[in-house]
């Protein structure tokens, strides 16, 4: 497949177009024409542009990208070594962000109620990233922080009431602590989210609405996983997730 027709189809699935976002979505370094073998990844580390090299790999696919808003944009160290990477083995990098997270199939939010059995039924919160719904019936606090862990393979952390019982349950991928003000607003019992900030502990005790933070890369691996067997069964091509450790 062409490159840049890969471009054109995950522009069509995914939007960018619709975010506002702190980073270029889409293709941000041009590597071979042609593309056959396609690396999904959470974050383009140096460690998954290794794996890419060394699998012969035409091009990444990742959540995390390069070129962040507001970040020193010189091409010097780690930046240097990781372009030099990509660049000396005509590696093409694809990075969605936003966009991915949103996906109502394939995003990180779907993905993460699908792999907990959260059953979606709205969004919520600035440009609709965050999603409400409800966990399987008869459900508290605790029981769903348990069950995350056994999911997750991390433990997350739970503030507020344990006992709370949870009807109505929020939830945002990665980095998605400021949604809590939204979350309540949503009438969310409990929500989840990958991070945690000083604020939101108070926040979650004065509400009595309880929070889950579970970790932003244990939230985030799914809609990359799930881009990897889109790739594999829609446009045919030879496409694999790998899952780089990050304890957070």
């Given amino acids: 497949m062409q490159l840049m027709a890969l471009g054109a189809h995950l522009d069509e699935l995914l939007e960018p177009a619709r975010f506002k976002d702190y980073c270029p979505n889409g293709l941000q370094v041009e590597g071979r024409a042609e593309v056959a073998r396609v690396l999904c990844g959470v974050t383009a580390c140096q460690a998954l542009l290794d794996h890419a090299v060394s699998g012969n790999f035409d091009a990444l696919f990742v959540h995390h990208g390069y070129f962040w808003r507001g970040e020193d944009g010189r091409v010097t160290g780690i930046r240097k070594r990781r372009l030099a990477t990509l660049l ?93 003000d939204d979350a309540i607003a949503a009438g969310a019992d ?7 900030s000083e604020q939101t502990v108070h926040l979650a005790r004065e509400s009595g609405v309880a929070y889950i933070a579970a970790g932003h890369h244990a939230t985030e691996r799914y809609g990359a996983r799930a881009i990897a067997a889109y790739l594999s069964e829609h446009l045919g091509l030879e496409a694999e997730f790998v899952d780089i450790d990050n304890p957070v």
């Fill in 88 to 180: 000396a083995n005509d590696i093409s990098l694809l990075a969605y962000h936003l966009p991915l997270d949103a996906h109502p199939e394939l995003g990180n939010n779907a993905q993460l109620g699908a792999l907990a059995g959260w059953v979606g039924e709205g969004v919520f919160g600035e440009q609709g990233l965050g999603w409400v719904g409800r966990p399987q019936a008869g459900q508290n606090a605790r029981g769903i922080a348990n069950a995350l862990e056994a999911r997750l393979n991390r433990r997350p952390m739970l503030i507020g009431d344990p006992d709370r019982a949870v009807r109505r349950l929020a939830w945002c991928t990665g980095g998605a602590q400021s949604y809590f």
């Fill in 190 to 196: 409990l929500f989840v989210s990958g991070e945690i």
